[in-house]
C-alpha cells in the first residue's frame, strides 16, 4: 500500500561506485542525459520489485554486484520498488 518504504542497499562488501548489473542485460549504462530524454526510469520502474527473500530484482532477475545480490535494508519481501 506504500506505507512503508525501505532503501535498497548493495552488499557489505561491494566496492564504492561499483556498477550494480542484471544478468541478461549487458551494454553500457547510460547518460544522464539519454535517462532524461528517453524517460528510462519510467519504463524501468514498473518491473522493479523485490522477491520473496526481499532481494530487489529487474523483470524477476536480482540486481547484483561482484560482492552479491543487493536488498531491502530490512528484506522486505514482495514489494515494488520506484
Do not use: H, W
Amino acid at each position: 500500500d506504500g506505507s512503508k518504504v525501505e532503501f535498497i542497499e548493495p552488499p557489505a562488501d561491494a566496492e564504492i561506485g561499483e556498477r550494480v548489473m542484471v544478468e541478461g542485460f549487458d551494454g553500457d549504462p547510460a547518460t544522464e542525459n539519454q535517462i532524461i530524454k528517453k524517460k528510462m526510469l519510467d519504463k524501468i520502474f514498473p518491473d522493479l520489485s523485490t522477491n520473496s527473500e526481499g532481494v530487489a530484482c529487474y523483470k524477476g532477475v536480482p540486481l547484483t554486484t561482484s560482492a552479491g545480490s543487493c536488498t531491502a535494508q530490512n528484506k522486505m519481501p514482495n514489494t515494488p520498488v520506484g
